[in-house]
């Protein structure tokens, strides 16, 4: 026995909903964050994540005051990203109740705002969230660069390199989201998966494609994920996250129950 | 009135903790007052005290060195119940590898070490650092703050250091990552975790809602 595979519920937010979007695209709404987080941790959630999906363009309020609300009900690590920019941002985020927060966008911008952000902060509460899209052709090595701005925009920059700086520079965890595979529902994208988590000491918590148990359960033997991120089944209900452990404990994962 | 003082000195997330004790104290249907404060006053005047730390242990030995909140813990733990977690118990020991080697606060004998970059588990597979997750803690003595927590509950841990103590007599739980590492101590009125109870559901706040019950005897 020792550490625990983690489910991680992820709640994408729009102006203080929940929502879901099928590649970062067509959006859903599916209800109250502080209410669907106080269910996902009575079911055994072991962490939220918060994603503020359009923090990148409109008002920073309604999300600290979201996140305290969540804090002061839920006793399980919460990580926030979503237009983190600056050390105030982090900051903020930090005060209101968030234990990590998610960096993407502004990493990439400015790398050493990460080396700055796990100095000041420590590693232990910055999640660099990296969104990456296979770029090979068939018949080629697999490669994949990443993405920001919920998607929008290339970088030309390769995802495994990318991840191995940001972990120098400090970052404590990897939230890695397939924009392939993302809304998809057809499973994590687990050769990308596989090959960030053997070459970073840090863990990697697999997002992007889940559309059912196995999908969780080959994430972790597969992929070689520590945490797996899921959305949309949990939203709509189609599974609880109790029946996600079970699935996962009968096919010999370690899971807190 | 049960007065609890969270100590600041401005490292990391104490709206958890406060809110996590704000919750149990509702909880058992006491008047719980919580202050989150650097002000050695106002924690003198509490009935227990909170010492909490995320982080890097050189930035918080320095804020607590600049805002002399070594005499507050000093002054807390020679009269009333408390509570370090995680960095704060860290910083209460001798000293620590993080960052080059750092003077802790030498109240409890024992150092901090770093896991290390090759750490493996008994079947030789990598481990991550840092430890980050739900990981059991095997309860190695009876405490009045492990009432109504079962042996090898699940605490959240969060940390790329660990306590290390020739002491076996301090040490109250034991948890398992490629080593044993020293999950909880206790000595006399300090009770010390390296997990997070704030972030630990129903096993942590089980913990706490006793540390706010604890008169300090074992």
């Known amino acids: 026995m020792g550490l625990a595979k983690r489910i991680i519920p992820c709640l994408d937010c729009k102006n203080g909903r929940v929502v879901k979007g099928v590649k970062f695209l067509d959006i859903r709404d599916a209800g109250d964050p502080v209410e669907i987080s106080k269910r996902y941790c009575d079911a055994g959630a072991d962490e939220i994540t918060f994603l503020d999906i359009t923090a990148s363009h409109e008002g920073r309020e309604t999300t600290i005051h979201t996140v305290e609300a969540i804090a002061s009900q839920v006793f399980i690590p919460l990580t926030v990203g979503g237009g983190i920019r600056t050390l105030e941002d982090i900051r903020a985020m930090l ?51 990443i993405f920001t701005h ?108 | 009135m049960n007065k609890i003082a969270v100590i600041d000195y401005g490292m990391g997330n104490l709206h958890s903790v406060a809110k996590a004790v704000e919750h149990v104290g ?13 002000d050695a006053n106002l924690i003198a005047k509490a009935d227990r005290v909170i010492f909490p730390g995320v982080g890097a ?13 070594d005499q507050i813990v ?51 597979q990598r481990l991550k650092v840092p430890h980050m997750g739900w990981n059991q ?18 605490f959240y841990f969060v940390h790329s250091y660990y306590v290390q103590t020739q002491k076996q007599e301090m040490i109250t739980g034991l948890t398992h990552y490629g080593t044993d590492i020293v999950a909880a101590l206790g000595v006399d009125n300090i009770f010390a975790t390296q997990f997070h109870p704030e972030k630990s559901q129903k096993a942590g706040l089980t913990l706490l809602r006793n540390f706010l019950q604890w008169d300090g005897t074992v």
């Open chain 1, 150 to 257: 919920g998607g929008r925009n290339a970088t030309g920059i390769d995802a495994l390199e990318w991840v191995k700086r940001m972990v120098e520079y400090g970052a404590g965890e990897i939230l890695l989201t397939s924009m392939d595979r993302d809304g998809t529902k057809t499973g994590f994208d687990l050769a990308l998966n596989r090959e960030v988590s053997r070459s970073v000491p840090v863990p990697i918590i697999a997002s992007g494609g889940v559309g059912n148990l196995q999908h969780l359960v080959d994430g972790v033997l597969q992929g070689e994920a520590d945490a797996v991120l899921a959305a949309s089944i949990f939203h709509f209900q189609e599974y609880t996250i109790r029946e996600a452990k079970e699935f996962m404990l009968k096919s010999g994962i370690e899971v807190r129950l």
């Open chain 2, 26 to 38: 509702r909880e058992l249907g006491q008047d719980v007052e919580i202050v989150v404060t650097p």
């Open chain 2, 137 to 154: 803690v095997a309860q190695t003595r009876p405490h009045p703050l492990w009432k109504d927590i079962p042996d090898n509950s699940r």
């Open chain 1, 95 to 145: 005060n209101a109740g968030a234990d990590k927060v998610g960096i993407n966008t502004a990493a990439v911008i400015n790398p050493d705002f990460v080396r700055e952000a796990a100095e000041r902060f420590g590693s232990q509460c910055i999640v660099v969230a990296v969104d990456a899209k296979q770029v090979s052709g068939e018949g080629e090595p697999l490669k994949w660069e």
């Open chain 2, 74 to 124: 000093a002054d807390a733990i020679k009269s009333k119940p408390v509570l370090a977690i995680c960095v704060g118990m860290q910083a209460l020991m001798s000293s620590s590898e993080e960052n080059g080697g750092v003077d802790c606060l030498g109240f409890l004998q024992g150092d901090v070490r770093y896991f290390g970059d090759d750490l493996k588990d008994e079947n030789d």
């Open chain 2, 57 to 69: 242990i050189r930035d918080c030995m320095a804020e607590i060195l600049r805002l002399d909140v």
